[in-house]
């Protein structure tokens, strides 16, 4: 079976795609630096739950299921490591596996730090998004370039490159007519934080490898995802992806459930009428499977914009309430003054065909979907921090 690689395996989508791959036979291996865990522990986050180290889990998954994933602990932006990965030679690096064999036909990019708030923290942690970020995405591009021109490389990217324009969002690229001459161009990007820059930043990258030396990309623009819960990791709660619900690592529909639960009022930033698109965590291991089964092309950055459905922060504030209301909890909505600097009210019009049109099954935010994560949210509410909800951490 096909090779894949996960750079990023610890992370919130990370270890369910490492799971999700390797129940489908993939030979699959990841690499992570536990950035995401270390962060939760130096900035004292909630996480809904503890979760096993990569290792633990990796041994676990191979106890319930006798399938192998192989765990890489190491830092992506040393380009030793990220060198031998694609040459097969780990004999200098943590490897603590040894039959890793290098040449993947896949490498999944989720090697970033993920978090806006993070990025507009303080200097330190801006300095750290850029260069984590920008280190390992050109690593990555230089040991493709040298070693393994035709692996395909999918890069999760974010629909926050194209912030919030008063003109429909197309996918990636829009056709240009200027004084009677017309040519494709990337969409115009503007993100609203340092984090949503760099990803702006590695598609550039990635754009500029695509043109020099004909390496297969695929670029997917993802917006906020929700969930808790796959297939996979239902075989044991030990299989659980990491939960945030704090202030920096949380995104909102989690972190509106974790509220609703303890009777903490929403925290809808502004008017609420920031309208993103959202989707399941399910869909991302679908997207991502769907992008691996018909590769981009060499020679060819092809982006989707991958999202399921659109809502407003006030949207999703009212299905938390009516959803938890249901289920018998104290739900109230709060609008606090905007830590952010964002539009508040806007036009959003974003195409998302493509991935549909290579086969992707969207799953949608039903009222049964949000009723599974109270359920096991709630089941955790002992562990659930009121103070790291809101921090306040402005741009
Ligand atoms: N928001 C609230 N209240 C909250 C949290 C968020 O009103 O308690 C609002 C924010 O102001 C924002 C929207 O909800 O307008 C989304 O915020 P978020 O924190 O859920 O997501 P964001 O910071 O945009 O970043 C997340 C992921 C990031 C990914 C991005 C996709 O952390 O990795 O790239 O979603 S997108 O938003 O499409 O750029």
Redesign the pocket.
């Known amino acids: 079976m096909s090779e894949i690689l996960i750079l990023g395996g610890d992370g919130y989508l990370g270890w369910p795609t490492a799971m999700y791959f390797s129940n489908k036979g993939y030979n699959v291996t990841v690499v992570d630096n536990y950035f995401r865990r270390n962060s939760c522990v130096e900035l004292d986050s909630g996480m809904l739950y503890p979760v096993p180290t990569l290792i633990e889990r990796a041994k676990i998954w191979h106890q319930l299921t006798g399938k192998e994933i192989k765990v890489i602990i190491g830092d992506l932006t040393q380009p030793d490591l990220m060198r031998s990965l694609f040459t097969g030679n780990l004999e200098y690096n943590w490897a603590v596996n040894k039959n890793y064999s290098g040449a993947p036909a896949t490498v999944v990019h989720y090697a970033e730090q993920?978090?806006?708030p993070y990025s507009i923290y303080n200097y330190k942690y801006a300095d750290t998004t850029l260069t984590n970020n920008l280190r390992v995405t050109n690593n990555l591009i230089w040991a493709i370039k040298d070693f393994c021109r035709d692996t395909h490389i999918i890069k999760l990217g974010?629909?926050?490159e194209y912030g919030t324009p008063d003109i429909d969002i197309e996918e990636g690229w829009i056709d240009i007519e200027h004084k009677g001459r017309k040519g494709t161009f990337l969409f115009p990007r503007q993100a609203g934080s340092l984090y949503?820059t760099t990803k702006i930043m590695d598609t550039d990258l990635l754009w500029f490898a695509v043109r020099m030396w004909d390496l297969c990309v695929t670029d997917l623009m993802?917006?906020?995802v929700y969930g808790i819960q796959t297939p996979e990791s239902d075989i044991d709660h030990r299989l659980r992806t990491i939960f945030n619900y704090d202030e920096i690592f949380g995104?909102?529909i989690n972190?509106f459930i974790v509220q609703a639960v303890i009777g903490y009022p929403l925290?809808?930033?502004g008017k609420?009428g920031?309208t993103?698109?959202y989707l399941n965590i399910n869909d991302t291991l679908q997207c991502v499977h769907m992008s691996e089964k018909t590769p981009a092309d060499k020679g060819e950055l092809r982006i989707f914009n991958q999202i399921m459905e659109t809502f407003s922060?006030n949207e999703i504030a009212e299905i938390v309430d009516r959803v938890g209301r249901n289920l018998g909890f104290d739900v109230n909505i709060d609008h606090i003054d905007?830590p952010?600097k964002?539009a508040e009210e806007h036009y959003y019009n974003p195409t998302y065909q493509g991935l549909i049109e290579i086969g992707v099954e969207p799953h949608y935010l039903t009222d049964e979907v949000m009723e599974s994560m109270f359920k096991v949210v709630a089941s955790y509410r002992e562990n659930i921090r009121e103070d790291v909800i809101f921090k306040g951490v402005k741009w």
């Open positions: 993920p978090s806006a974010t629909m926050g949503h993802q917006g906020p995104t909102i972190r925290t809808v930033y609420g920031q993103r698109g922060a905007n952010r964002e």
